[in-house]
């Protein structure tokens, strides 16, 4: 029997390399690494309930990553993953920014919770961007023909 030098997770690990090189990847990729340092920063601090938002968010940025990566976006098309990755960076969003401005402003004495507000508000300012990219996508995708009219009935 031959060796081959194929890897036994086919190509994942090939599509995971490209695809975290793309524009869409990297912020997916920072979105998950972000939150991964929330949740840390939060979990450490007095009050570990803010880490929920975290947990959440990258769990979320995650499933959409790997649907990207796999693109099962193009295999699952009863799901509008445009809309649906819009929907989730806007509410990522608002959530990263309350939250951290909520710990930034009362985490006086915690460290830890300050420290999770900050990289909060940036965490925040990055679904943002996201949002703002998704939107582009959309608004780029769409097609400005009218509709037919026909008289007959």
């Not at 990258?58 to 193009?74: G, Q, T």
Request: net charge negative.
């Amino acid at each position: 029997m031959a060796e081959t030098d194929a890897s036994p997770f086919g190509g994942c690990l090939e599509k995971l390399k490209l695809y975290v090189r793309t524009r869409k990847g990297t912020i997916l990729t920072a979105e998950i690494l972000l939150s991964f340092i929330i949740l840390i920063c939060y979990a450490a601090s007095m009050y570990g309930g803010y880490s929920a938002v975290a947990i959440c968010e990258m769990v979320f940025a995650i499933i959409f990553f790997i649907v990207f990566m796999m693109e099962l976006d193009k295999q699952f098309l009863v799901v509008n993953w445009l809309w649906s990755d819009l929907i989730r960076a806007v509410i990522g969003a608002a959530l990263y920014l309350i939250t951290s401005l909520i710990c930034v402003i009362g985490g006086s004495g915690d460290g830890a919770r300050i420290a999770g507000g900050v990289f909060g508000l940036v965490a925040g300012i990055l679904y943002a961007y996201d949002s703002y990219t998704i939107f582009l996508d959309i608004k780029s995708g769409r097609q400005h023909t009218a509709a037919p009219t026909d008289d007959t009935v």
